[in-house]
């Protein structure tokens, strides 16, 4: 078919977006290939097997999409168009018919198209609009292509960080993923132990196998032990039906016990004696039945020096200490609470259906100058809030908990100098005003008794009441 493309020749030398027309109105094809100029090299499609063309056409930047030239008419070109969007989400797509209900726009909106035009087409509009659309996706595409990147860079089987102090946590894991070593995490509440446990799961041989995960904190201490070890029918009132264990269910995987201090002595004898035997053996059981698994444990406590107080057993200290891995606080990994603010800043806006947030420079700033005594856990917390509650595009400081604005030197900064800057004359007049008047309250207008309180000479203080007309 002659003049379905348009050439190349005599082009200014700028950038040529190669674009495509699918409309059944061959004839029309020539105009709008005029009218779009040399910045676009347009094609035409008109039938299935041309269209089909189109979506495997990796240079191609956008499509013109005539709804009115499939099937029926608009509603069928809508169902084509989100097809074609879940094919392409790279494309910028195009929509237009001559239909002039206003819920086309919207079904179309919907279906995936980024822009929706009536016709008779505004030429000049549509090169405007398909230019910058083309322009916008091209950045967002670069901007997704960066962070994945960066991700790449700094994650680790779901964990965020590349931070030095993080490196040694990735590198510990590879190293014990393979073995069957007993593990314990240290690290303070909100560090992300459990996430490390699941890091050493996913890298080693037994990432097809059972993973149980307990928070020994979380369970009553008359519950804990039927959980950890099951029972048999009839071990105690109400046990109707035999039922595996924590531990038992662990068979050929991982058992991960969370806050292991916080099991009592006669708990941590009989772990250890499974841990011994490699046997487990039920309430109201009279036999023990040979067990597999791996054990991995963590704890925010200093085990040592529970061991030294009797709190902790320290046979069951050697047993579970052969591999201890520290996991460090947020305050000591540099650099990585701004890839994890990205990262849950796109996970909760994501969440909530909002577009993409950022953060001013001076909210980053008082982000990275907090201790984050509850680490990774407390700022996830923090960013899902600020998503959920602020329905503007960017995060200001002043939007943030109180908590962290008090305890931030650069929040103060903030706040004392706006992005606006400030008339450093006339807030220094202003604190002058501030002291002198509440000085001279305080005394009951004496004057020299106010320059005593403000320690400045009589006579200063009389010289600035005149200029400052106290």
Same mark, same amino acid.
């Given at each position: 078919?002659?003049?379905?493309?348009?050439?190349?020749?005599?082009?200014?030398?700028?950038?040529?977006?190669?674009?495509?027309?699918?409309?059944?109105?061959?004839?029309?094809?020539?105009?709008?290939?005029?009218?779009?100029? *040399?910045?676009?090299?347009?094609?035409?499609?008109?039938?299935?097997?041309?269209?089909?063309?189109?979506?495997?056409? =990796?240079?191609?930047?956008?499509?013109?999409?005539?709804?009115?030239?499939?099937?029926?008419? =608009?509603?069928?070109?809508?169902?084509?168009?989100?097809?074609?969007?879940?094919?392409?989400?790279?494309?910028?797509?195009?929509?237009?018919?001559?239909?002039?209900?206003?819920?086309?726009?919207i079904k179309a909106s919907r279906a995936g198209a980024d822009e929706f035009f009536l016709a008779p087409l505004n030429f000049p509009e549509l090169q405007?609009?398909?230019?910058?659309?083309?322009?916008?996706?091209?950045?967002?595409?670069?901007?997704? @292509?960066?962070?994945?990147?960066? &991700?790449?860079?700094?994650?680790?089987?779901?964990?965020?960080?590349?931070?030095?102090?993080?490196?040694?946590?990735?590198?510990?894991?590879?190293?014990?993923?393979?073995?069957?070593?007993?593990?314990?995490?240290?690290?303070?509440s909100g560090t992300g132990k459990e996430l490390i446990a699941q890091a050493i799961v996913q890298s080693g041989g037994r990432s097809d196998k059972p993973?149980?995960?307990?928070?020994?904190?979380?369970?009553?201490?008359?519950?804990?032990?039927?959980?950890?070890?099951?029972?048999?029918?009839?071990?105690?009132?109400? =046990?109707?039906?035999?039922?595996?264990? +924590?531990?038992?269910?662990?068979?050929?995987?991982?058992?991960? $016990?969370?806050?292991?201090?916080?099991?009592?002595?006669?708990?941590?004898?009989?772990?250890?004696? /499974?841990?011994?035997?490699?046997?487990?053996? @039920?309430?109201?059981?009279?036999?023990?039945?040979?067990?597999?698994?791996? $054990?991995?444990?963590?704890?925010?406590?200093?085990?040592?020096?529970? /061991?030294?107080?009797?709190?902790?057993?320290?046979?069951? %200290?050697?047993?579970?200490?052969?591999? *201890?891995?520290?996991?460090?606080?947020?305050?000591?990994?540099?650099?990585?609470?701004?890839? +994890?603010?990205?990262?849950?800043?796109?996970?909760?806006?994501?969440?909530?259906?909002?577009? +993409?947030?950022?953060?001013?420079?001076? /909210?980053?700033?008082?982000?990275?100058?907090?201790?984050? *005594?509850?680490?990774?856990?407390?700022?996830e917390n923090i960013v899902q809030r600020l998503v959920v509650m602020n329905d503007g595009a960017v995060i200001t400081a002043e939007q943030l908990p109180?908590?962290?604005?008090?305890?931030?030197?650069?929040?103060?900064?903030?706040?004392?100098?706006? &992005?606006?800057? /400030?008339?450093?004359?006339?807030?220094?007049?202003?604190?002058?005003?501030? %002291?002198?008047?509440?000085?001279?309250?305080?005394?009951?207008?004496?004057?020299?008794?106010?320059?005593?309180?403000? @320690?400045?000479?009589?006579?200063?203080?009389?010289?600035?009441?005149?200029?400052?007309? $106290?």
């Amino acid at each position: 078919m002659t003049d379905r493309t348009h050439s190349t020749e005599g082009s200014t030398g700028e950038e040529q977006y190669p674009i495509a027309v699918i409309t059944d109105e061959e004839t029309a094809f020539p105009e709008i290939r005029r009218a779009l100029g *040399p910045a676009f090299r347009t094609v035409l499609a008109s039938n299935e097997s041309e269209i089909k063309e189109l979506m495997d056409d =990796a240079q191609l930047r956008a499509i013109l999409f005539d709804l009115d030239s499939i099937g029926a008419g =608009a509603s069928d070109g809508i169902d084509v168009l989100r097809e074609m969007r879940q094919l392409r989400e790279d494309l910028v797509f195009v929509a237009m018919t001559r239909a002039t209900d206003r819920e086309v726009s919207i079904k179309a909106s919907r279906a995936g198209a980024d822009e929706f035009f009536l016709a008779p087409l505004n030429f000049p509009e549509l090169q405007i609009v398909l230019t910058r659309a083309i322009q916008k996706r091209a950045m967002e595409i670069e901007g997704r @292509r960066m962070v994945e990147q960066i &991700e790449n860079k700094s994650a680790f089987c779901g964990l965020i960080g590349g931070s030095t102090a993080m490196q040694k946590v990735y590198q510990a894991v590879i190293s014990v993923a393979d073995s069957n070593t007993s593990v314990v995490l240290r690290g303070e509440s909100g560090t992300g132990k459990e996430l490390i446990a699941q890091a050493i799961v996913q890298s080693g041989g037994r990432s097809d196998k059972p993973y149980v995960a307990l928070n020994c904190s979380a369970l009553p201490e008359g519950l804990i032990e039927s959980e950890m070890f099951g029972y048999e029918k009839g071990a105690f009132t109400g =046990a109707d039906t035999a039922r595996a264990g +924590l531990i038992e269910s662990a068979q050929g995987g991982t058992l991960f $016990l969370d806050e292991i201090t916080t099991l009592n002595q006669g708990l941590q004898s009989k772990l250890l004696r /499974v841990l011994q035997e490699h046997a487990v053996q @039920r309430l109201g059981g009279r036999t023990a039945k040979k067990i597999d698994f791996r $054990l991995i444990c963590a704890t925010n406590e200093d085990l040592e020096d529970l /061991v030294k107080k009797g709190r902790f057993r320290e046979d069951l %200290y050697y047993r579970i200490n052969v591999v *201890p891995i520290a996991i460090p606080p947020l305050r000591e990994r540099e650099g990585d609470i701004a890839v +994890l603010v990205d990262h849950f800043l796109r996970v909760y806006c994501a969440s909530a259906k909002k577009a +993409l947030k950022s953060m001013q420079p001076d /909210v980053m700033e008082i982000l990275e100058d907090y201790s984050w *005594p509850g680490n990774v856990r407390e700022l996830e917390n923090i960013v899902q809030r600020l998503v959920v509650m602020n329905d503007g595009a960017v995060i200001t400081a002043e939007q943030l908990p109180q908590t962290l604005l008090y305890s931030s030197t650069a929040s103060h900064e903030a706040i004392l100098i706006p &992005e606006d800057g /400030v008339d450093f004359d006339a807030e220094m007049g202003r604190i002058e005003v501030a %002291y002198l008047s509440a000085a001279l309250r305080r005394t009951g207008g004496k004057k020299s008794a106010a320059a005593a309180l403000l @320690r400045i000479d009589g006579q200063r203080m009389k010289y600035l009441c005149r200029k400052l007309k $106290l």
